[in-house]
């Protein structure tokens, strides 16, 4: 079992959510040690954070500690096997949905850690490949998923939402969601063209009334299946050098995670789109995500 001081707490949870600063959870830390009360209670009393927050981050620590824990039995049992956070889990869901589409600015919608994950996968489910660059097949399924992708956070954050979540349905069926704190490096899930780059909106999230306010990298791959990663941090333009029409590799640094557009806290949303004549998202396809993409040297967190 995991050590219990190596469990996550609800004060990193709060931090990396972006809902408080590290001096308000030394301040909130300090008053818990002489008054005994809960954290989550002592931040609502200094009005830092509301009480809908400090549930949201319960329910997702207990989500992660859990997700922790398995991970931990498995790699004991099996060492063998790479770490499980820092893969995704390969599409096994065989349901069909005939729910309408979403409008083609529809994306990003997310709860990357107010409910858990919503997919959680078995031992079954994971997907362990080296990732190989080779090229896209014309057609992809739920069995037969596209293949050649590496992970857009090279093994960081953690899978808050997957396919047919509560906001991946229509035009987002399979989408993936990784919470992550903002500022986290993204990196190319494979080569291609950039086609847009998105960078003027705040980290703020907010629901869906910001479905359209989002910062995002869009590239297209061979076959003329595009790539796109959402909720971009506010300003990582300045720390990285991309703009359309650049070419870029697998693996190569183009953003960082934040919180912008329709999103309930820090995450990075990833989906592969069908092709298409015109510049416009259209709806996803299945893909898998294989290990990291060895990228060298890593970036650094922004600050």
């Not at 979403?102 to 996968?121: L, V």
């Not at 808050?160 to 899930?189: C, F, N």
């Not at 359309?244 to 640094?253: I, M």
Request: net charge positive; aromatic share 8%; glycine share 10%.
């Amino acid at each position: 079992m995991r050590r219990h001081q190596d469990k996550i707490r609800v004060g990193e949870v709060l931090l990396q959510k972006g809902l408080i600063s590290s001096a308000q959870l030394r301040d909130a830390l300090a008053t818990q040690r002489t008054s005994h009360q809960r954290l989550g209670e002592i931040l609502v009393q200094q009005g830092v954070v509301t009480p809908k927050q400090v549930r949201q981050a319960l329910n997702e620590q207990r989500w992660r500690n859990v997700i922790a824990t398995c991970v931990l039995t498995a790699s004991t049992l099996l060492p063998s096997l790479p770490k499980v956070m820092a893969q995704l889990p390969e599409v096994t869901d065989q349901r069909r949905h005939k729910e309408p589409l979403f409008s083609h600015n529809d994306i990003g919608g997310g709860e990357p850690a107010t409910g858990g994950s919503r997919f959680t996968p078995s031992s079954s489910e994971i997907y362990y490949p080296a990732f190989v660059d080779a090229p896209l097949a014309k057609q992809a399924s739920v069995d037969s998923p596209l293949k050649g992708f590496c992970h857009p956070l090279n093994g960081q954050g953690w899978l808050s939402q997957g396919i047919r979540g509560r906001t991946h349905r229509g035009r987002m069926e399979y989408a993936y969601d990784l919470a992550t704190s903002i500022g986290t490096p993204v990196y190319a899930m494979r080569a291609g063209k950039v086609i847009a780059v998105q960078d003027k909106y705040p980290d703020t999230g907010g629901g869906k009334e910001n479905i359209s306010r989002f910062n995002y990298v869009w590239i297209e791959h061979d076959e003329g299946y595009r790539s796109v990663y959402v909720h971009l941090q506010q300003g990582f333009r300045s720390k990285v050098s991309i703009k359309s029409g650049d070419r870029v590799k697998a693996g190569q640094l183009i953003g960082y995670s934040g919180n912008s557009g329709w999103s309930t806290g820090p995450h990075l949303h990833v989906e592969v789109q069908k092709p298409h004549k015109k510049r416009k998202f259209t709806k996803t396809v299945p893909f898998k995500i294989a290990g990291a993409c060895n990228t060298s040297p890593l970036a650094r967190t922004a600050q």
